[in-house]
């Protein structure tokens, strides 16, 4: 086998990811609870748009959710960390546009 494999990202297979609050709690370790709080505080934002119907995430919710989860867990407050995962979110679009761009420069 090779050491230098090809490992590529399927960001179209990350957009599809769509799973419920029950899985996003198991997966992240962060009571059901506590994800409708930070949603209700409008820190990230479930793809449910009913009132009363279940909901449900993406991949950069639960990415948002991961970050926060650390930032609380190396001692920020949850309005600091809010305020630190926009910008840090902000970062992480930049780098994939940049990613893309670069991607589609190459194809040419």
Known sequence: MSANK???????FLEKLIIGIGEVSQITG???????YWEDKGII????EEE??????NYENIKKILLIKELLEEGYTL???????ESRMQMIESALKKLNFDEESDEK
């Open 52 to 57: 009363g119907k279940n909901r449900r995430y």
């Open 6 to 12: 090809n490992l590529s990202f399927d960001f179209k």
């Open 79 to 85: 309005d600091a960390s809010a305020k630190k995962l």
């Open 30 to 36: 962060i009571p059901c609870r506590q994800i409708r």
């Open 45 to 48: 934002k479930s793809l449910t």
